[in-house]
């Protein structure tokens, strides 16, 4: 069965340290990869997503994610995290049949001055 | 574009009631979705629609829950009745259907309280 695991709930860094938020994936076929914020209050959005090609994909807001085929990874990298970045990142694979997204649980981002 | 608009943005309801939530997706959008989300189970998806037709709906939790799309502006999630144990934030999501990598665009979400 298709899932997604982000094996940390909450992550806290400081203002200007860098960042990397984990995710593993289960998936029988190639996956599309996505990785999602959510600011309080907010709905999702998407941060940047991996379909095929360049395995290091860049997206909004000076994130990053890398493809990590032999260790089903899909890790998340910022370089230096600013106090805006505190929110709630969500990890998701897709499609499972049809449309269906299927989430990570989510971790959490606290960044501290 | 005004984005996914969801109504209403907070509802707090007495168990027994019936609670409607909406959603206008994007113009031109062909596929919409509705999840919920808790801290207990993260984020579900409950039901999607493809060009106004509901796809899957092997999410919805039980029979209380029901959705509609009557057109291509607007959906409907409805709980009848209501128990405090459907106290989460109900996102609803659109995309274009263009392609297997199409990202989602959400609405803010209801949070919606049942006491």
């Known amino acids: 069965a298709q899932s997604v695991t982000q094996p940390d709930i909450h992550i806290t860094v400081s203002e200007g340290a860098s960042l990397e938020l984990r995710c593993n994936y289960s998936?029988?076929?190639?996956?599309?990869l996505f990785w999602y914020v959510q600011s309080p209050g907010q709905g999702l959005q998407l941060l940047l997503k991996y379909f095929s090609g360049d395995t290091l994909v860049q997206g909004i807001k000076g994130f990053e994610a890398e493809f990590k085929r032999s260790q089903s990874s899909f890790n998340l990298r910022k370089p230096s995290v600013h106090w805006s970045d505190a929110a709630e990142y969500f990890c998701a694979v897709g499609p499972t049949g049809g449309f269906k997204t299927i989430f990570g649980a989510g971790t959490r981002l606290f960044v501290k001055a | 574009d005004a984005g996914v608009i969801q109504s209403p943005r907070h509802e707090v309801t007495e168990m027994g009631q019936e609670v409607t939530l909406r959603c206008k997706p994007i113009s031109g959008h062909n596929s919409l979705f509705w999840y919920r989300q808790t801290m207990m189970r993260g984020l579900e998806l409950l039901i999607y629609f493809n060009n106004n037709v509901p796809i899957d709906d092997s999410g919805m939790p039980e029979d209380r829950f029901s959705a509609k799309m009557p057109n291509a502006s607007f959906s409907t999630l409805k709980i009848q009745p209501s128990e405090p144990r459907d106290s989460a934030v109900y996102f609803c999501?659109?995309?274009?259907?263009?392609?297997?990598?199409?990202?989602?665009?959400f609405g803010s979400g209801t949070q919606l309280s049942v006491l």
């Open positions: 998936y029988g076929a190639t996956p599309y």
């Open positions: 999501a659109s995309s274009l259907e263009t392609g297997w990598d199409e990202k989602l665009f």
